[in-house]
Protein backbone atom coordinates (compact mmCIF):
# COMPACT_ATOMS: atom_id res chain seq x y z
CA UNK A 1 0.00 0.00 0.00
CA UNK A 2 1.45 3.58 -0.62
CA UNK A 3 -0.46 6.72 0.44
CA UNK A 4 -0.40 9.27 -2.97
CA UNK A 5 -0.92 12.89 -2.22
CA UNK A 6 -2.84 14.57 -5.23
CA UNK A 7 -0.80 16.80 -7.45
CA UNK A 8 -2.07 19.40 -9.93
CA UNK A 9 -3.22 18.06 -12.93
CA UNK A 10 -3.67 14.48 -11.44
CA UNK A 11 -6.89 12.82 -12.54
CA UNK A 12 -7.73 9.29 -11.22
CA UNK A 13 -6.87 8.19 -14.66
CA UNK A 14 -3.07 9.26 -14.35
CA UNK A 15 -2.97 7.61 -11.03
CA UNK A 16 -4.04 4.88 -12.31
CA UNK A 17 -1.96 4.36 -15.00
CA UNK A 18 1.03 6.14 -12.80
CA UNK A 19 0.56 2.91 -10.49
CA UNK A 20 -0.37 0.63 -13.02
CA UNK A 21 -3.18 -0.39 -10.67
CA UNK A 22 -7.22 -0.58 -11.71
CA UNK A 23 -8.72 2.61 -10.98
CA UNK A 24 -11.84 1.09 -9.59
CA UNK A 25 -10.18 -0.11 -6.63
CA UNK A 26 -8.90 3.45 -6.06
CA UNK A 27 -12.66 4.71 -6.12
CA UNK A 28 -13.70 1.70 -4.53
CA UNK A 29 -11.53 1.83 -1.35
CA UNK A 30 -10.89 5.78 -0.95
CA UNK A 31 -14.84 6.21 -1.29
CA UNK A 32 -14.51 8.24 -4.28
CA UNK A 33 -18.02 10.00 -6.12
CA UNK A 34 -18.49 9.98 -9.70
CA UNK A 35 -17.24 12.11 -11.75
CA UNK A 36 -14.53 10.97 -9.74
CA UNK A 37 -13.09 14.47 -9.35
CA UNK A 38 -9.86 14.85 -7.29
CA UNK A 39 -8.40 18.39 -5.69
CA UNK A 40 -4.99 18.82 -4.69
CA UNK A 41 -3.53 17.92 -1.36
CA UNK A 42 -6.30 14.68 -1.14
CA UNK A 43 -4.59 11.68 0.41
CA UNK A 44 -5.13 8.52 -1.69
CA UNK A 45 -4.34 4.91 -0.21
CA UNK A 46 -3.93 3.05 -3.57
CA UNK A 47 -3.21 -1.10 -3.18
CA UNK A 48 -0.53 -2.25 -5.07
CA UNK A 49 -1.43 -6.00 -4.98
CA UNK A 50 -2.75 -8.57 -1.97
CA UNK A 51 -0.71 -7.55 0.52
CA UNK A 52 -0.80 -9.34 4.04
CA UNK A 53 -1.17 -7.96 6.88
CA UNK A 54 1.36 -6.92 9.36
CA UNK A 55 2.08 -9.41 12.09
CA UNK A 56 2.53 -6.99 15.56
CA UNK A 57 -1.28 -8.05 17.39
CA UNK A 58 -4.00 -5.31 18.10
CA UNK A 59 -6.95 -5.24 19.71
CA UNK A 60 -9.83 -2.96 17.96
CA UNK A 61 -12.30 -1.36 19.46
CA UNK A 62 -15.36 0.96 17.73
CA UNK A 63 -18.09 2.75 19.49
CA UNK A 64 -21.60 2.44 17.69
CA UNK A 65 -25.32 3.55 18.43
CA UNK A 66 -27.71 0.97 17.71
CA UNK A 67 -28.99 2.84 15.21
CA UNK A 68 -26.00 2.47 13.08
CA UNK A 69 -26.47 1.24 9.61
CA UNK A 70 -26.43 -2.44 8.45
CA UNK A 71 -24.00 -2.20 5.92
CA UNK A 72 -21.82 0.08 7.65
CA UNK A 73 -21.30 -2.08 10.41
CA UNK A 74 -21.10 -5.21 8.27
CA UNK A 75 -18.58 -3.72 6.24
CA UNK A 76 -16.57 -2.42 9.88
CA UNK A 77 -17.00 -5.60 12.00
CA UNK A 78 -14.40 -7.98 10.17
CA UNK A 79 -11.75 -5.13 11.91
CA UNK A 80 -12.96 -4.98 14.97
CA UNK A 81 -12.06 -7.12 17.56
CA UNK A 82 -14.76 -5.17 20.13
CA UNK A 83 -18.08 -3.27 19.67
CA UNK A 84 -19.14 -1.19 22.33
CA UNK A 85 -22.63 -0.38 21.98
CA UNK A 86 -23.62 3.02 23.10
CA UNK A 87 -24.83 2.84 25.70
CA UNK A 88 -26.98 2.34 28.47
CA UNK A 89 -27.75 4.68 31.33
CA UNK A 90 -28.96 4.23 34.66
CA UNK A 91 -31.19 6.08 37.47
CA UNK A 92 -30.04 7.64 40.80
CA UNK A 93 -31.82 4.49 42.07
CA UNK A 94 -29.47 2.26 39.95
CA UNK A 95 -32.13 0.64 37.00
CA UNK A 96 -30.62 0.49 34.48
CA UNK A 97 -31.78 1.81 31.56
CA UNK A 98 -31.42 0.40 28.19
CA UNK A 99 -31.02 1.64 24.01
CA UNK A 100 -33.64 3.66 23.35
CA UNK A 101 -33.47 1.35 19.81
CA UNK A 102 -32.87 -2.42 20.63
CA UNK A 103 -29.11 -3.36 20.27
CA UNK A 104 -29.95 -7.27 19.73
CA UNK A 105 -29.52 -7.21 16.16
CA UNK A 106 -25.72 -5.57 17.09
CA UNK A 107 -24.86 -8.02 19.41
CA UNK A 108 -25.57 -11.18 17.63
CA UNK A 109 -24.31 -9.66 14.04
CA UNK A 110 -20.95 -8.72 16.18
CA UNK A 111 -20.84 -12.18 17.44
CA UNK A 112 -21.45 -13.82 14.10
CA UNK A 113 -18.12 -12.09 12.83
CA UNK A 114 -15.86 -13.25 15.79
CA UNK A 115 -15.76 -9.67 17.63
CA UNK A 116 -17.16 -9.40 21.13
CA UNK A 117 -20.25 -6.90 21.97
CA UNK A 118 -19.20 -4.76 24.76
CA UNK A 119 -22.09 -2.93 26.60
CA UNK A 120 -21.27 1.02 27.32
CA UNK A 121 -22.49 2.31 30.54
CA UNK A 122 -23.03 5.62 30.97
CA UNK A 123 -24.28 8.21 33.25
CA UNK A 124 -26.37 10.20 30.41
CA UNK A 125 -29.46 12.12 31.64
CA UNK A 126 -32.82 12.66 29.80
CA UNK A 127 -31.16 15.47 27.51
CA UNK A 128 -28.41 13.25 26.63
CA UNK A 129 -25.87 14.81 28.44
CA UNK A 130 -23.44 13.67 31.05
CA UNK A 131 -24.56 13.87 34.20
CA UNK A 132 -22.31 14.05 37.30
CA UNK A 133 -24.95 14.36 39.54
CA UNK A 134 -25.79 10.34 38.83
CA UNK A 135 -22.33 9.22 39.05
CA UNK A 136 -22.22 10.78 42.23
CA UNK A 137 -25.07 9.40 43.87
CA UNK A 138 -23.98 6.16 42.80
CA UNK A 139 -20.13 5.76 43.61
CA UNK A 140 -21.61 6.83 47.30
CA UNK A 141 -24.35 4.66 48.01
CA UNK A 142 -23.15 1.08 48.17
CA UNK A 143 -27.19 0.02 48.07
CA UNK A 144 -27.73 1.69 44.57
CA UNK A 145 -24.19 0.46 43.07
CA UNK A 146 -25.37 -3.04 44.16
CA UNK A 147 -28.54 -2.57 42.64
CA UNK A 148 -26.88 -1.26 39.44
CA UNK A 149 -24.21 -4.37 39.00
CA UNK A 150 -26.80 -6.71 39.61
CA UNK A 151 -28.97 -5.45 36.52
CA UNK A 152 -25.67 -5.04 34.36
CA UNK A 153 -25.20 -8.96 35.03
CA UNK A 154 -28.58 -9.69 34.37
CA UNK A 155 -28.26 -7.68 31.33
CA UNK A 156 -24.95 -9.83 29.88
CA UNK A 157 -26.49 -12.86 30.53
CA UNK A 158 -29.84 -12.19 28.87
CA UNK A 159 -28.27 -10.54 25.85
CA UNK A 160 -24.85 -12.24 25.32
CA UNK A 161 -22.34 -9.14 26.07
CA UNK A 162 -18.84 -9.84 26.40
CA UNK A 163 -17.96 -6.92 28.42
CA UNK A 164 -18.75 -3.80 30.02
CA UNK A 165 -17.34 -0.33 29.40
CA UNK A 166 -17.62 2.46 32.05
CA UNK A 167 -17.24 5.20 29.86
CA UNK A 168 -18.36 8.05 32.81
CA UNK A 169 -17.13 12.10 32.19
CA UNK A 170 -17.07 15.29 33.72
CA UNK A 171 -16.32 13.31 37.65
CA UNK A 172 -16.42 15.20 40.59
CA UNK A 173 -13.15 15.45 42.64
CA UNK A 174 -14.96 14.65 45.66
CA UNK A 175 -15.73 11.24 43.64
CA UNK A 176 -12.44 10.45 42.37
CA UNK A 177 -11.94 7.34 45.35
CA UNK A 178 -15.28 6.30 45.48
CA UNK A 179 -15.09 5.99 41.53
CA UNK A 180 -12.34 3.59 41.50
CA UNK A 181 -13.60 1.60 44.28
CA UNK A 182 -17.18 1.34 42.04
CA UNK A 183 -14.65 -0.01 39.18
CA UNK A 184 -12.88 -2.50 41.14
CA UNK A 185 -16.26 -3.82 42.71
CA UNK A 186 -17.69 -4.40 39.28
CA UNK A 187 -14.30 -5.74 37.47
CA UNK A 188 -14.55 -8.45 40.53
CA UNK A 189 -18.06 -9.37 39.88
CA UNK A 190 -17.68 -9.31 36.14
CA UNK A 191 -14.68 -10.84 36.29
CA UNK A 192 -16.01 -13.93 38.20
CA UNK A 193 -18.81 -14.31 35.93
CA UNK A 194 -16.56 -14.10 33.00
CA UNK A 195 -16.84 -10.74 31.67
CA UNK A 196 -14.57 -7.65 31.17
CA UNK A 197 -14.35 -4.12 32.42
CA UNK A 198 -13.03 -0.95 30.80
CA UNK A 199 -12.66 2.50 31.45
CA UNK A 200 -12.48 5.43 29.17
CA UNK A 201 -10.78 8.29 30.36
CA UNK A 202 -10.42 11.69 29.69
CA UNK A 203 -6.70 13.10 28.20
CA UNK A 204 -4.88 13.74 31.15
CA UNK A 205 -0.62 14.92 31.58
CA UNK A 206 -0.17 14.74 35.01
CA UNK A 207 -1.90 12.88 38.12
CA UNK A 208 -2.76 16.06 39.62
CA UNK A 209 -4.10 17.88 36.85
CA UNK A 210 -7.35 19.86 37.01
CA UNK A 211 -10.53 20.18 34.65
CA UNK A 212 -12.50 17.39 33.25
CA UNK A 213 -9.85 14.91 34.03
CA UNK A 214 -9.46 15.46 37.72
CA UNK A 215 -12.12 12.66 39.13
CA UNK A 216 -10.15 10.26 37.55
CA UNK A 217 -7.46 9.06 39.34
CA UNK A 218 -5.12 6.93 36.04
CA UNK A 219 -3.26 4.77 38.24
CA UNK A 220 -6.31 3.54 40.23
CA UNK A 221 -8.30 2.87 37.10
CA UNK A 222 -5.78 1.49 35.80
CA UNK A 223 -5.53 -0.99 38.92
CA UNK A 224 -9.19 -1.57 38.76
CA UNK A 225 -10.16 -2.12 35.77
CA UNK A 226 -9.20 -4.64 32.70
CA UNK A 227 -7.78 -2.05 30.52
CA UNK A 228 -8.49 1.16 29.71
CA UNK A 229 -9.28 3.67 26.62
CA UNK A 230 -7.59 7.26 26.19
CA UNK A 231 -9.89 9.38 24.87
CA UNK A 232 -7.27 11.42 23.18
CA UNK A 233 -9.61 13.24 20.68
CA UNK A 234 -11.59 16.61 21.24
CA UNK A 235 -8.95 18.90 21.18
CA UNK A 236 -10.59 20.75 18.31
CA UNK A 237 -14.19 20.70 19.44
CA UNK A 238 -17.81 22.03 18.78
CA UNK A 239 -17.65 25.39 20.80
CA UNK A 240 -13.56 25.20 20.78
CA UNK A 241 -11.77 27.18 18.25
CA UNK A 242 -10.67 25.87 15.12
CA UNK A 243 -7.84 23.25 15.25
CA UNK A 244 -6.84 19.78 15.02
CA UNK A 245 -9.39 16.77 16.75
CA UNK A 246 -6.53 14.94 18.08
CA UNK A 247 -3.23 16.82 17.44
CA UNK A 248 -0.12 14.05 17.49
CA UNK A 249 2.27 16.01 20.05
CA UNK A 250 -1.15 16.29 22.22
CA UNK A 251 -1.77 12.90 21.84
CA UNK A 252 1.67 11.63 22.59
CA UNK A 253 1.97 13.69 26.09
CA UNK A 254 -0.76 11.61 27.46
CA UNK A 255 0.16 8.30 25.89
CA UNK A 256 3.82 9.29 27.67
CA UNK A 257 2.03 9.89 31.14
CA UNK A 258 -0.44 6.91 31.27
CA UNK A 259 2.36 4.62 30.44
CA UNK A 260 3.85 5.60 33.60
CA UNK A 261 0.63 4.88 35.58
CA UNK A 262 -0.50 1.82 33.77
CA UNK A 263 0.85 -0.91 32.29
CA UNK A 264 0.68 -0.47 28.32
CA UNK A 265 -0.74 -3.70 27.08
CA UNK A 266 -3.74 -2.36 29.16
CA UNK A 267 -4.00 0.91 27.11
CA UNK A 268 -5.96 1.40 24.04
CA UNK A 269 -5.32 4.36 22.10
CA UNK A 270 -8.64 6.55 21.23
CA UNK A 271 -8.60 7.18 17.61
CA UNK A 272 -11.35 10.23 16.19
CA UNK A 273 -13.39 8.88 13.48
CA UNK A 274 -14.44 12.82 12.44
CA UNK A 275 -13.78 15.81 11.68
CA UNK A 276 -15.05 19.62 12.58
CA UNK A 277 -16.30 22.64 9.76
CA UNK A 278 -15.69 26.07 11.35
CA UNK A 279 -17.74 29.23 10.08
CA UNK A 280 -15.37 32.23 10.49
CA UNK A 281 -14.05 34.22 11.72
CA UNK A 282 -14.36 31.70 15.04
CA UNK A 283 -16.16 33.99 18.18
CA UNK A 284 -15.93 32.07 21.15
CA UNK A 285 -19.16 31.45 22.87
CA UNK A 286 -20.99 31.87 19.22
CA UNK A 287 -19.40 29.93 16.36
CA UNK A 288 -20.42 26.50 16.32
CA UNK A 289 -18.58 23.74 14.15
CA UNK A 290 -20.61 21.05 12.51
CA UNK A 291 -19.24 17.51 12.71
CA UNK A 292 -18.82 16.20 9.57
CA UNK A 293 -17.17 12.36 8.74
CA UNK A 294 -13.43 12.07 6.99
CA UNK A 295 -14.67 11.77 3.54
CA UNK A 296 -17.14 13.71 3.81
CA UNK A 297 -14.62 16.64 4.29
CA UNK A 298 -12.78 15.54 1.03
CA UNK A 299 -16.14 15.58 -0.19
CA UNK A 300 -16.54 19.35 0.61
CA UNK A 301 -12.91 20.18 -0.21
CA UNK A 302 -13.27 19.21 -4.27
CA UNK A 303 -17.04 20.77 -4.74
CA UNK A 304 -15.36 23.74 -3.42
CA UNK A 305 -11.96 23.86 -5.18
CA UNK A 306 -10.56 23.85 -2.53
CA UNK A 307 -6.47 22.46 -1.42
CA UNK A 308 -6.25 20.60 0.83
CA UNK A 309 -2.78 21.48 3.54
CA UNK A 310 -0.90 19.52 5.79
CA UNK A 311 0.12 20.12 9.04
CA UNK A 312 3.43 18.27 9.63
CA UNK A 313 3.82 19.43 13.43
CA UNK A 314 0.21 18.41 14.48
CA UNK A 315 -0.29 15.65 11.90
CA UNK A 316 -3.63 17.05 10.53
CA UNK A 317 -4.84 17.69 7.18
CA UNK A 318 -7.10 21.05 7.06
CA UNK A 319 -8.37 23.54 4.09
CA UNK A 320 -10.48 26.61 3.68
CA UNK A 321 -13.22 27.49 1.50
CA UNK A 322 -16.04 29.96 1.32
CA UNK A 323 -19.73 29.21 0.90
CA UNK A 324 -22.67 31.48 0.36
CA UNK A 325 -19.82 34.83 1.27
CA UNK A 326 -18.71 33.00 4.66
CA UNK A 327 -15.07 31.72 4.83
CA UNK A 328 -14.86 28.07 6.17
CA UNK A 329 -12.08 26.15 8.01
CA UNK A 330 -12.29 22.13 8.15
CA UNK A 331 -9.73 19.98 10.21
CA UNK A 332 -10.37 16.15 9.77
CA UNK A 333 -8.54 12.72 9.32
CA UNK A 334 -7.13 11.10 6.76
CA UNK A 335 -4.35 8.18 5.88
CA UNK A 336 -1.64 10.10 6.64
CA UNK A 337 -2.70 11.32 10.05
CA UNK A 338 -3.90 7.74 10.60
CA UNK A 339 -0.69 6.38 10.12
CA UNK A 340 0.73 8.37 12.46
CA UNK A 341 -1.03 8.06 15.59
CA UNK A 342 -1.09 4.12 14.40
CA UNK A 343 2.99 4.44 15.00
CA UNK A 344 2.54 5.11 18.55
CA UNK A 345 0.91 1.58 19.47
CA UNK A 346 3.86 -0.33 18.80
CA UNK A 347 6.11 2.31 19.86
CA UNK A 348 4.29 2.35 23.05
CA UNK A 349 3.72 -1.14 23.40
CA UNK A 350 -0.23 -0.54 23.81
CA UNK A 351 -2.88 -2.49 23.73
CA UNK A 352 -4.68 -1.84 20.58
CA UNK A 353 -7.53 1.47 19.51
CA UNK A 354 -10.29 2.47 20.23
CA UNK A 355 -12.23 4.64 17.62
CA UNK A 356 -15.11 6.99 18.33
CA UNK A 357 -17.08 6.39 16.62
CA UNK A 358 -17.90 4.14 13.72
CA UNK A 359 -21.14 5.42 12.26
CA UNK A 360 -20.07 6.86 9.65
CA UNK A 361 -17.84 4.76 6.92
CA UNK A 362 -13.93 5.47 6.32
CA UNK A 363 -12.69 2.72 4.60
CA UNK A 364 -9.27 4.04 3.77
CA UNK A 365 -9.04 3.75 7.39
CA UNK A 366 -9.34 0.09 7.73
CA UNK A 367 -7.28 -0.88 4.85
CA UNK A 368 -4.47 0.55 6.07
CA UNK A 369 -5.23 -0.83 9.82
CA UNK A 370 -5.15 -4.03 8.19
CA UNK A 371 -2.31 -3.82 6.47
CA UNK A 372 -0.02 -2.53 9.35
CA UNK A 373 -1.81 -4.91 12.04
CA UNK A 374 -2.44 -8.22 12.72
CA UNK A 375 -6.59 -8.04 13.96
CA UNK A 376 -6.93 -10.06 17.18
CA UNK A 377 -10.34 -11.82 17.07
Sequence with gaps: MEIYVVRSGDTIYSIGAQFGVPIEGIIYDNQLGYPYLLTIGQALLIREGNEEGGSRPVITNGYAY???????????????????????GFTKEGDLVPPQVDDTWMIQLALDYRTRPILTLTPLDEAGKFNNYLIHVMVQDNTIRTNLIAQLLQIMSEKNYSGVDVDFEYILAEDRDAFVEFVSVLREEMNNAGYSVSVALAPKVSADQQGIGAGKDYK???????????????????YG???????????????????????ADQINLGIPNYGYDWPLPYERGVTVARTIGNVEAVEIAVANKAEILYDGRVQSPYFYYTLDGTEHVVWFEDVRSLQAKFSLVPEYNLRGMGYWQIMRPFRANWLLLAQKFYIVK
Aim: net charge neutral.
Design 241 to 263: PPMAVAPLPNVRRVVTYAVTEIP
Design 220 to 238: GIGAAANWVLLMTYEWGYT
Design 66 to 88: PFIRPWVLRETLPYLSELSVFSY
